[in-house]
């Protein structure tokens, strides 16, 4: 199974400001994911990480609040930019990856966002 | 009307009964199913996952599917407290590699 490092895994930040989450596969992998997490609530996709072009944004979420790089196959960031207190929140990151006739998807360990 | 719903509360039982989890979906054309566990300040990670229709099982966990009900169910047998968690379903969305997601259910194992 694909192993997903993420970083950082928690961190406190000033609105106003911008933080950028990174996440490491440490192999290819076909698609990237980023999801929100409240506390008490379930996952919610905010974007497709495509490699070499735009993320795709679900409904709510867009580029500018959240732009995401995917330079290559194993690597992928989210910016959460000009944050407000509704920004506090756990993300992470996401991939599939094909194995014998199957695909599933694995999880980076997660960035816990306080913004104060 | 939600993707995926998981509607139960919270779940309590006692150890070394079965944990039984609900999980619906609402497109008729998802062909893959997974159940997460996600301990409390951890991120989700994979238990099962399930393609076909009927039971599939491992160790202890056995996925159940039923496409025409669109219908999809999670067991527990001799539950543990390290089974306490809340329990995720997922869909994988039609044309669309993305998961969608259950709320979750919580299970709390009672030793």
């Known amino acids: 199974s694909a192993v997903i490092s993420q970083k950082p895994s928690r961190d406190i930040c000033q609105r106003g400001t911008s933080l950028t989450i990174q996440c490491q596969v440490d192999?290819?992998?076909?698609?990237m994911f980023w999801y929100r997490q409240q506390p008490g609530q379930s996952l919610t996709l905010i974007a497709t990480?495509?490699?070499?072009?735009?993320?795709?944004?679900e409904s709510g979420f867009v580029i500018d609040k959240f732009p995401i790089s995917r330079p290559n196959l194993t690597f992928s960031t989210l910016t959460v930019s000009n944050m407000s207190p509704e920004d506090s929140s756990i993300y992470l990151c996401s991939a599939l990856q094909r194995g014998a006739g199957n695909t599933e998807a694995f999880f980076g360990q997660g960035t816990r966002l306080t913004v104060v | 009307q939600k993707e995926v719903e998981q509607n139960s509360g919270p779940l309590s039982v006692p150890e070394g009964a079965i944990a039984s989890l609900n999980c619906t979906y609402s497109?008729?054309?998802?062909?893959?199913f997974f159940w997460y566990r996600q301990y409390s300040g951890k991120s989700p990670e994979l238990i099962m996952f399930i393609y076909s229709n009927g039971d599939k099982e491992d160790g202890r966990f056995t996925a159940q599917l039923n496409k025409a009900s669109q219908y999809v169910s999670l067991l527990i047998r001799d539950s543990q407290p390290s089974d306490s968690a809340t329990y995720l379903c997922?869909?994988?969305?039609?044309?669309?590699?993305?998961?969608?997601f259950g709320k979750g259910n919580q299970v709390v194992v009672i030793p």
């Open positions: 497109d008729r054309g998802s062909q893959s």
């Open positions: 997922a869909v994988r969305v039609w044309g669309n590699n993305r998961l969608a």
């Open positions: 192999s290819q992998v076909t698609m």
């Open positions: 990480a495509n490699q070499g072009s735009e993320a795709t944004y």
